[in-house]
Nanobody, 115 residues
Framework: VQLQASGGGLVQPGGSLRLSCAAS????????MGWYRQAPGKQREFVAS???????RYADSVKGRFTISRDVAKNTISLQMNSLNPEDTAVYYC??????????WGQGTQVTVSS
């Protein structure tokens, strides 16, 4: 299984960005997927996740601002991030939980919120 993330960049406070993650590999379909982030000097933290039945979870810090979605046919997930603030600055990692319960990670994409 491979995870390829894209869509990071520099945005001003109050702006929006959309991240995408494409999963490949036979064992990647239908698995729980999500996003984590790691800011400089901090531990990696959960952002959002989505399950095969469409159920979603969000960290309290992003509820109402971020939306995770899934394209089953393309085996991709997206994270629409609105009302971004400097505290959202981090490297964002795509995550997939495989059939053995292991966490698999993409390469990370940088999101910088700054004026």
């Amino acid at each position: 299984v491979q995870l390829q993330a894209s869509g990071g960049g520099l945005v001003q406070p109050g702006g929006s960005l959309r991240l995408s993650c494409a999963a490949s590999g036979n064992r990647s379909r239908g698995r729980p997927m999500g996003w984590y982030r790691q800011a400089p000097g901090k531990q990696r933290e959960f952002v959002a996740s989505i399950y095969s039945n469409g159920y979603t979870r969000y960290a309290d810090s992003v509820k109402g601002r971020f939306t995770i979605s899934r394209d089953v046919a393309k085996n991709t997930i997206s994270l629409q991030m609105n009302s971004l603030n400097p505290e959202d600055t981090a490297v964002y990692y795509c995550n997939l939980i495989d059939t053995g319960g292991r966490d698999l990670w993409g390469q990370g994409t940088q999101v910088t919120v700054s004026s």
